[in-house]
């Protein structure tokens, strides 16, 4: 643990937040949550990454933490202070199995990836095929990161079987993949539909019902969308486990 970065961190947390925040994350021990917002937590990694750069490196060397806040603040940091996106890919690979948590995972934002979207989607194929042990916020961070990067003028109908591909039953994994089948279906319809379409689904029952409530939901998708989308629902299956 870096003392001063811990005492730092907890001179920025709100009380009231950190019940809130416990329930946002329930794999996280509360004892390890401070209860520090994100704006707050962003702005102290900018700042750290910009005035205490060796400190901001040296924390990044240990790929583990105490606290919630300081697992996210590393996150943060990656994004920050990587220049290039195999730099991001020897961080990323030895922070991610440490990972215990989807808030953690998901706000990790690395801008050097667009330096190099073909590198970036070789190394999202190597995270979403990770298995055993500590890899389900891999496989996770995999998924977010195609979501986030490859469904606008960087995607290709290949990338939906990725995805499709994925048979985890971590609750974690399967919202993620939910959540892109949903953007997909918003973004990417043409593509994205004939898959939702098929009988028998490709798709886990759970997954494939999910992905089409949350387009349904989203305000970007007309009335006649979101009935048809209603349409393609198919019978209940098991809940993915949590």
Same mark, same amino acid.
């Given at each position: ?9 907890a001179?920025?947390?709100d ?29 102290? !990694?900018?700042?750290l ?6 400190? #901001? *490196?040296?924390?990044l060397? &240990?790929? @583990? ?35 215990d ?6 706000l990790?934002?690395?801008?050097a ?6 590198a970036?989607?070789?190394?999202i ?38 995805v499709? !591909?994925?048979k ?5 994994i399967?919202? #993620? *993949?939910?959540?892109?089948? &949903?953007? @997909? ?18 798709l886990d ?8 409530q949350?387009a ?5 998708i ?11 629902k198919?019978a209940?299956?098991k809940r993915?486990?949590?």
């Amino acid at each position: 643990m870096n003392d001063d970065i811990a005492r730092e961190l907890a001179a920025l947390a709100d009380p009231a937040y950190q019940a809130f925040q416990a329930k946002l994350v329930p794999t996280v021990d509360p004892t390890r949550i401070l209860g520090v917002r994100t704006p707050d937590l962003r702005r102290y !990694a900018r700042s750290l990454a910009r005035t205490r750069p060796e400190e #901001a *490196r040296s924390f990044l060397a &240990s790929p @583990a933490h105490d606290l919630y806040e300081e697992m996210s603040l590393h996150g943060e940091l990656i994004g920050l202070m990587s220049k290039t996106p195999e730099e991001a890919f020897e961080l990323l690979d030895a922070f991610l199995p440490h990972v215990d948590n989807w808030a953690t995972c998901d706000l990790i934002r690395v801008p050097a990836f667009k330096k190099n979207l073909p590198a970036v989607l070789a190394k999202i194929r190597s995270w979403i095929s990770a298995t055993g042990p500590c890899t389900e916020y891999v496989v996770r961070f995999g998924v977010v990161q195609l979501m986030e990067l490859f469904l606008d003028d960087a995607f290709e109908p290949s990338q939906l079987d990725l995805v499709a !591909a994925i048979k985890r039953d971590e609750y974690y994994i399967n919202m #993620a *993949r939910a959540w892109y089948f &949903s953007f @997909a279906l918003i973004k990417q319809p043409g593509a994205t539909l004939p898959l939702f379409q098929e009988r028998p689904p490709r798709l886990d029952t759970w997954t494939h019902n999910k992905a089409l409530q949350k387009a349904r939901e989203s305000r970007r998708i007309t009335a006649e969308q979101k009935a048809m989308l209603q349409e393609l629902k198919v019978a209940s299956g098991k809940r993915a486990k949590r």
